[in-house]
């Protein structure tokens, strides 16, 4: 089992261009979580995924972040257009139904300058 | 609002020393908390969770409702406990987890 996996690992932009990171959950997770880690602080929720259904979006800044999630099994996340204050590490989660252990993928690190 | 507060960002201690690392919590319900942990280049996993009430790599953390605390505990630090410790609180009626700022533990030979 490779666990929740996440592409890319790394990923450097200018600022104003746009962005996109993609998370495959452990197979059979019905909910899928996106977050974000700033520098010195802990992972932030930007949207919880329930299927294909995002039931909690409201710290997603929706001007310039989107998600969806095809079909309830690999998402993505896109920044369009970036910023230089979106730097940060964005992690995906997954876990059975909600009140179950959340597995974390790698990350991917966004460095915007 | 809730909130989870780790007031030290590093903790420095030697092999063999006891460490314990300090978590509060604002919620006013009834919370579930854990503890993730994230050693160098691998991902955030779970170490334990107040329900479970079990001792993981030699760590323990009691909830203390009357002072809203969950701090982990280890009699007798080793070396591979150096890692980032978080700790994170989920409210009972929906699954999303609030973390802390998290807690550097380096164990000194």
């Known amino acids: 089992e490779a666990g929740v996996v996440q592409s890319p690992r790394y990923k450097i932009i200018e600022k104003k261009q746009p962005v996109a990171f993609w998370c495959n959950p452990i197979?059979?997770?019905?909910?899928l979580y996106w977050y974000r880690q700033n520098l010195g602080q802990g992972p932030e929720l930007l949207i919880r995924?329930?299927?294909?259904?995002?039931?909690?979006d409201s710290q997603l800044p929706k001007d310039r972040f989107s998600a969806e999630r095809l079909k309830g099994v690999d998402s993505t996340l896109k920044i369009q257009p970036a910023e230089l204050g979106d730097s940060a590490v964005y992690l995906c989660?997954?876990?059975?139904?909600?009140?179950?252990?959340?597995?974390f993928g790698q990350g991917t690190r966004l460095t915007v300058v | 609002a809730q909130r989870v507060t780790q007031p030290e960002k590093l903790l420095s201690v030697f092999k063999g020393a006891p460490v314990e690392l300090k978590c509060n919590y604002s919620?006013?319900?009834?919370?579930?908390l854990f503890w993730y942990v994230q050693y160098s280049r691998q991902r955030l996993q779970l170490l334990l969770r107040?329900?479970s009430r079990e001792s993981i790599k030699g760590f323990t953390a009691d909830l203390n409702k009357g002072e809203t605390s969950f701090h982990l505990k280890k009699p007798f630090a080793q070396e591979e406990d150096s890692a980032m410790y978080y700790c994170?609180?989920?409210?009972?009626?929906?699954?999303?987890?609030?973390f802390g700022k998290g807690t550097k533990l380096s164990v000194k030979p």
């Open positions: 989660a997954s876990s059975q139904p909600v009140n179950t252990e959340a597995f």
């Open positions: 197979s059979g997770h019905n909910t």
């Open positions: 995924y329930e299927n294909e259904e995002a039931v909690d």
């Open positions: 919620y006013s319900g009834s919370p579930e």
């Open positions: 107040h329900i």
């Open positions: 994170a609180l989920r409210k009972t009626e929906q699954g999303n987890l609030i």
